[in-house]
Nanobody, 124 residues
Framework: QVQLVESGGGLVQAGGSLRLSCAAS????????MGWFRQASGKEREFVAT????????DYEGSVKGRFTISRDNAKNTVYRQMNSLKPEDTAIYYC?????????????????WGQGTLVTVSS
């Protein structure tokens, strides 16, 4: 019942920044734990970041901690990921996801709704 639409992907040089957005349909956005995952070519989907319903708690995969920031604006039904100091290793399709569970979630099976993904390409 929830649709998620990612945007903001594109081509960026190493060391640059991007901000991804994920817009959710419906009026219950604030009840969802939100997360970002990514899938690089030839690799499995992996957790990147998550944020609790009201944005008080966050968690990050170790390689992106300190470079990526997840935030949300419940009034706009939107979650963001600010990506700084991008590296070629960050190249992947990034997916937004929503979970009905409580608290931050780091596993894909804990999420109930998924967006179609947005491609981020980081050049050397």
């Amino acid at each position: 019942q929830v649709q998620l639409v990612e945007s903001g992907g594109g081509l960026v040089q190493a060391g640059g920044s991007l901000r991804l957005s994920c817009a959710a349909s419906g009026r219950t956005f604030s009840t969802y734990v939100m997360g970002w995952f990514r899938q690089a070519s030839g690799k499995e989907r992996e957790f990147v970041a998550t944020i609790s319903q009201r944005g008080r708690n966050t968690d990050y995969e170790g390689s992106v901690k300190g470079r990526f920031t997840i935030s949300r604006d419940n009034a706009k039904n939107t979650v963001y990921r600010q990506m700084n100091s991008l590296k070629p290793e960050d190249t992947a399709i990034y997916y937004c996801a929503a979970s009905l569970r409580i608290g931050v979630r780091t596993e894909g099976y804990e999420y109930d709704y998924w967006g179609q993904g947005t491609l981020v390409t980081v050049s050397s």
